[in-house]
């Protein structure tokens, strides 16, 4: 866990990281997700989710 408080905002933040191992069946049926949606709305999203390999 990471804490974080900037003095210029007053802002205080937390961060957690986590594993998890998943099955081969779920990390497939997640790697090989297309979305629903005709290309031209996806395309403007597609470049900001993360590709996960």
Known sequence: M???FNPFTSCLTSQ???VVT?????SGRIHDYRPRLPHQQWAPVAVLVPKFI
């Open 2 to 4: 990471k804490i974080g």
């Open 16 to 18: 957690f990281s986590w």
């Open 22 to 26: 998943l099955s081969p069946e779920v």
